[in-house]
Every structure is written in C-alpha cells, then in structure tokens.
C-alpha cells in the first residue's frame, strides 16, 4: 500500500505565495516521476508541473517563472513553491507519483487527496 499526503494549501491574496508537499509513504522500492495538478470548478484536471528522478522539469505555459517544482528524495517528498499567485491559480491540487513498490513491479501511479488553493483578488 502507498499513502499520499499532501499539505499547504489555503487561502492567500493575490501576489501572495503558497507552498504545497507532498510525501509518499508505505511499500515504495522507488520512486520515478513525481508531479502536481490541478483541478478548477468546471474546468478539467491540468497539468501544473513535473520533476522526474533526475530532476528534470517541466511547467505548464501558465506558471512558468511564477510556480517551482522541488523534490526531496530522502523525504520521498514533492514540493510545488508558488509564488506571484493569481485568481485564476484558484483550485484543488494533486500529486501525482510513480511508485515501484518492489524491483520486479511496474511504476504504478498515485494520487494524493487534493488541497485547496484560492486567490483572492
């Protein structure tokens, strides 16, 4: 079994900042992608941003500059710093996690169980 907790979220004014974890415990061998998303009311989930195990990362066009994607791999922990927040950033966030539980397993991938994040302007 893998748990995924998140924490972070709340309510902040526009130009604010917010930090958002995630940390994965349970039966993990390893660890590969490890990423955020988001989900607004109405609208689809989105990706926000990914980090792979050799810290390569990617963003979507909307919060390139303003959101940086961070991992620690002793914490088996992700992080999402966001800075210069906007109305629009309002929304559920989650991690999304490739886990091999054992050597011989495939990547199976987790979701966290979301935290708000609202903007007010």
């Known amino acids: 079994q893998v748990q995924l907790v998140e924490s972070g979220g709340g309510l902040v004014q526009a130009g604010g900042s917010l930090r958002l974890s995630c940390a994965a415990s349970?039966?993990?061998?390893?660890?590969?992608?490890m990423g955020w998303y988001r989900q607004a009311p109405g609208k689809q989930r989105e990706l926000v941003a990914t980090?792979?195990?050799?810290?390569?990362?990617k963003y979507a066009d909307s919060v390139k500059g303003r959101f940086t994607i961070s991992r620690d791999n002793a914490k088996n922990t992700v992080y999402l710093q966001m800075n210069s927040l906007k109305p629009e950033d309002t929304a559920v966030y989650y991690c999304?996690?490739?886990?091999?539980?054992?050597?011989?397993?495939?990547?199976?991938?987790?979701w966290g169980q979301g935290t708000q994040v609202t903007v007010s302007s």
């Open positions: 349970g039966s993990i061998f390893s660890i590969n992608d």
């Open positions: 980090i792979t195990s050799a810290g390569t990362t």
């Open positions: 999304n996690v490739g886990i091999k539980s054992a050597w011989w397993m495939k990547d199976g991938y987790y």
